[in-house]
């Protein structure tokens, strides 16, 4: 009942910061603009075969996905970080947990209103940005609640680690770093299939060990699996070797298990420094 209340107090505080407006203005810009994109797209490819359509298509789509997954980054990391720093530092934290109330609860309210929060604003923009590439090319991801399950895996992850931040540093600081780390893992990933394509396998690693030690670069690659037809990869398979936004292979079960595990433990980290801290 406790985590239910908090969670609930957190979704109101999140719709009351400026972020929440700040992300409402991107995103209408950027499916605005992708409208735009999509539709000269249709009319510049339509001398063209079927397949060089949809792979150009999927790759635009891929390209604006990111783009949503970037807003989505910013939004959940600049509010998780104040949501439970910020509590901290005002003295809301203090008096609230004066009362009989564990401090696991109060993170654990925290962390699943953020997560109904994001994971709402991604599947939303998501199906949005889907049906207006449905309207304006005719294409259809092959997978779609595949991959708007896991770009809003990503933004849970991101999020958990913003929380652990916020329990360290100040809230900026904690937005800055879960920010600048998602990016960087995203940077290392595109490294890796360069390394891929060029058969090198010790730059390869480079993506590898990125996405085992943060696994939104993982679960975005996932996604973009999800969001492609299928036939593209036997139609046009040079396409794909080091390619930033196309991805040839979808998720392992293991892999998600992993997502699972290290979510769990970040958050359990987090719940163990949120305990240990001095109010």
Do not use: C
């Not at 895996?153 to 916020?166: H, R």
């Not at 936004?245 to 595990?261: K, Q, R």
Request: hydrophobic letters at 55%.
């Amino acid at each position: 009942m406790i985590i239910l209340t908090v969670a609930a107090l957190t979704l109101q505080e999140a719709a009351r910061r400026k972020v929440l407006r700040s992300l409402a203005v991107l995103t209408v810009l950027l499916l605005s603009l992708s409208a735009w994109g999509f539709w000269r797209i249709n009319a510049e490819f339509d001398g063209l075969t079927t397949g060089e359509s949809t792979i150009a298509t999927a790759a635009v789509l891929n390209l604006v996905m990111f783009g949503l997954s970037l807003i989505a980054a910013l939004g959940t990391a600049f509010l998780a970080g104040p949501t439970l720093a910020g509590d901290i530092e005002s003295g809301t934290a203090l008096s609230m947990l004066a009362r009989p109330v564990h401090r696991a609860s109060v993170l654990a309210g925290k962390w699943l209103g953020l997560v109904t929060f994001g994971g709402g604003f991604v599947l939303l923009a998501g199906l949005t940005q889907l049906l207006i590439v449905r309207t304006t090319t005719g294409y259809w991801p092959p997978r779609p609640a595949t991959g708007l399950a896991l770009l809003a895996a990503q933004t849970i992850v991101l999020l958990t680690l913003g929380l652990l931040l916020s329990t360290a540093i100040s809230p900026m600081a904690s937005g800055i770093v879960a920010v600048g780390l998602f990016g960087a893992t995203w940077v290392a990933g595109v490294v890796g299939g360069v390394g891929r394509a060029l058969n090198n396998g010790s730059v390869e690693q480079v993506g590898t060990v990125s996405r085992m030690l943060l696994p939104t670069d993982g679960l975005w690659r996932g996604a973009m699996n999800a969001f492609q037809d299928p036939s593209l990869l036997f139609q046009f398979s040079e396409a794909f070797r080091g390619h930033p936004f196309l991805s040839d292979t979808p998720l392992s079960a293991g892999y998600i298990a992993w997502t699972v595990v290290w979510t769990a433990l970040v958050l359990g980290l987090a719940t163990l420094a949120f305990h240990r801290r001095d109010l």
